[in-house]
Antibody, heavy 118, light 107 residues
Framework: EEQLVESGGGLVQPGGSLRLSCAATGFSFSDYAMHWVRQPPGKGLEYVSAINSDGTIKSYATSLRGRITVSRDNSKTTLDLQMGSLTAADTAMYFC???????????WGQGTMVTVSS | DIQMTQSPSSLSASVGDRVTITCRASQTISNYLNWYQQKPGKAPKLLIYSTSTLQSGVPSRFSGGGSGTDFTLTISSLQPEDFATYYCQQSYSTPRTFGGGTKVEIK
């Protein structure tokens, strides 16, 4: 079964940092670009970041550029998101997703919750 | 960034109704338009990609259309399991922006 499982979320103080991870199983991870998408409580989906299949091309949401870094380890089939200078506005469920046909996101993880609060 | 605008933001409908949701892009995106369904507490699920191609396993009552800047998602006969929030997303350029969502509720 093709599956993505996120981890690393939790409660962090304003100004703090956090590293999220996404473990992929059941498919050839190194063949696919991957995305991070977030969703604040009660709100819509927001693109966060993307990385191509070999990790050489990365993109970030305009509002987050400079505070986040995406990376991947194809040997371990994991995707990471390093976030810094966190504020309450970063409080959200963070999903990793696989880019599939039509450049759409065809496989999603269950999400990991990040709460920024003192 | 390309802005994606969905309408309506919410709607009430009955089982069996035909429902259409609209998504408009702030600039042309060719046919790079995708639709997702999300139920409370769950991850989004891909329904349609490239404007009109049904993802494997998605019922045929779902259909998509449009091109350029204006797109639609139609549910031909609403079923109880279709009550959810629907999002469009453009995959034409980075950042791959989402619409604000349309919540489909039971009338």
């Amino acid at each position: 079964e093709e599956q993505l499982v996120e981890s690393g979320g939790g409660l962090v103080q304003p100004g703090g940092s956090l590293r999220l991870s996404c473990a992929a199983t059941g498919f050839s991870f190194s063949d696919y670009a991957m995305h991070w998408v977030r969703q604040p409580p009660g709100k819509g989906l927001e693109y966060v970041s993307a990385i191509n299949s070999d990790g050489t091309i990365k993109s970030y949401a305009t509002s987050l550029r400079g505070r986040i870094t995406v990376s991947r380890d194809n040997s371990k089939t994991t995707l990471d998101l390093q976030m810094g200078s966190l504020t309450a506005a970063d409080t959200a469920m963070y999903f990793c997703a696989r880019r599939g046909p039509g450049l759409a996101l065809d496989i999603w993880g269950q999400g990991t919750m990040v709460t920024v609060s003192s | 960034d390309i802005q994606m605008t969905q309408s309506p933001s919410s709607l009430s409908a009955s089982v069996g109704d035909r429902v259409t949701i609209t998504c408009r892009a702030s600039q042309t995106i060719s046919n790079y338009l995708n639709w997702y369904q999300q139920k409370p507490g769950k991850a989004p699920k891909l329904l349609i990609y490239s404007t009109s191609t049904l993802q494997s396993g998605v019922p045929s009552r779902f259909s998509g259309g449009g091109s350029g800047t204006d797109f639609t998602l139609t549910i031909s006969s609403l079923q109880p399991e279709d009550f959810a929030t629907y999002y469009c997303q453009q995959s034409y350029s980075t950042p791959r922006t989402f619409g604000g969502g349309t919540k489909v509720e039971i009338k």
